[in-house]
């Protein structure tokens, strides 16, 4: 099972990212796909989430209107993309797979498998 980021890098305040994650081990479709991000010094914190099995999509209310989460079953592979990204969006941003219940979607302890991590530095 292996959970793949990449996207990540530098970009001024304003700017946009696309993040992708790549899964490879399970079956995608039985599972909701999420992303966190954990910045210095603060724990870490459920961003998004989306599943097949739930038509609507979870996002943190600090990136509500900003960020948009996708996917594609068939190449495996869901993305977040970043707009009007801020300096405290800078942190690193992990995907992970699991089957959260709805009351606790943006909780690390519902992901069963974890990616390495992309870097997000939002600075002028």
């Known amino acids: 099972v292996q959970l793949v980021e990449s996207g990540g890098g530098l970009v001024q305040p304003g700017g946009s990212l696309r993040l992708s994650c790549v899964a490879s081990?399970?079956?995608?479709?039985?599972?909701?796909i999420a992303w966190f991000r954990q910045a210095p010094g603060k724990e870490r914190e459920g961003v998004s989430c989306?599943?097949?099995?739930?038509?609507?999509?979870y996002y943190a209310n600090s990136v509500k209107g900003r960020f948009t989460i996708s996917s594609d079953s068939a190449k495996n592979m869901v993305y977040l993309q970043m707009n009007s990204l801020k300096p405290e969006d800078t942190a690193v941003y992990f995907c992970?797979?699991?089957?959260?219940?709805?009351?606790?979607?943006?909780?690390?302890?519902?992901?069963?498998?974890w990616g390495q991590g992309t870097q997000v530095t939002v600075s002028s």
């Open positions: 081990g399970f079956s995608f479709d039985d599972y909701a």
């Open positions: 992970a797979a699991g089957r959260p219940i709805l009351s606790a979607i943006s909780q690390e302890s519902m992901y069963y498998y």
């Open positions: 989306i599943s097949d099995n739930d038509p609507s999509s």
